[in-house]
């Protein structure tokens, strides 16, 4: 398994867990307008295939942190982003979410990030 002093291309499975900094809603909404989850796909989509490499968001491996479940009828009161992401080290990922909208657009507290190994011992399709 790839480590944060692994190199070449081998990849790894990492876990994520950026906080959003606190009153953001606006800010994250104003980044993707449309619909918010069709951000995820930017990961998969939007990345020059030159920069693609191993670097990739595992399919319907992310989405919103929540401060509690969702109540139909009211929006979602959202703390973050979780996500399952392939990079052969942890400065990838990171490097990766610090050229990220969210990042840059100051809804990110990419200082708080949580990176770890993920390990999947059996993978199913989705």
Partial sequence: MATSSTT???CSEWLVRVP????VA???AAVFPSRPVL????????MPPAEQGCIKLTFGG???TL???VDPGRPPHITGSAM???APTREDVLDRLKNDPLTKEGVWDIKNVQIYPFFRP???PV
Avoid: C, H, N, S
């Fill in 39 to 46: 951000g995820v796909w930017r990961w998969a989509t939007r």
């Fill in 62 to 64: 992310a989405g919103a």
């Fill in 122 to 124: 059996k993978r199913v």
């Fill in 20 to 23: 959003d900094f606190l009153g």
């Fill in 8 to 10: 070449g291309t081998e």
């Fill in 26 to 28: 606006e800010r994250r």
């Fill in 67 to 69: 401060a509690e479940p």
């Fill in 84 to 86: 399952l992401i392939f």
